[in-house]
């Protein structure tokens, strides 16, 4: 089994920076990509960033130029930096990854979010 943990959410203003990190934990045998979503109060979850172990990433229209996904596979870490920050990027951020474990084959695995509030 393996577990998700995000961190690094905060209140910050218009403009600021923040960086998530996601941690993966349990018996796992490799990761195979680690994603974040989010979801703003009253939206649908979105698709933030993908990267893969190996290190090719994926960006939402909305974010590109101003996230930067990254992942540490020895520390099973992944992180969102964020810059530039909007309002509209307010929302529970989660962090997703993607393993194989020593009890099952590959898994999407689900943080329970940090939350990101962007005042203006």
């Known amino acids: 089994q393996a577990q998700v943990v995000e961190s690094g959410g905060d209140l910050v203003q218009a403009g600021g920076s923040l960086r998530l990190s996601c941690a993966a934990y349990?018996?796992?045998?490799?990761?195979?990509?680690m994603s974040w979503y989010r979801q703003a109060p009253g939206k649908q979850r979105e698709l933030v960033a993908v990267?893969?172990?190996?290190?090719?990433?994926k960006y939402s229209d909305l974010v590109k130029g101003r996230f930067t996904i990254s992942i540490d596979n020895d520390k099973k870490l992944a992180y969102l930096q964020m810059s530039s920050l909007r309002p509209e990027d307010t929302g529970t951020y989660y962090c997703?990854?993607?393993?194989?474990?020593?009890?099952?084959?590959?898994?999407?695995?689900w943080g329970k979010g940090t939350l990101v509030t962007v005042s203006s």
């Open positions: 997703v990854a993607n393993l194989d474990t020593v009890v099952a084959s590959t898994k999407d695995y």
């Open positions: 349990g018996s796992i045998f490799s990761i195979n990509a």
């Open positions: 990267i893969t172990s190996g290190g090719m990433t």
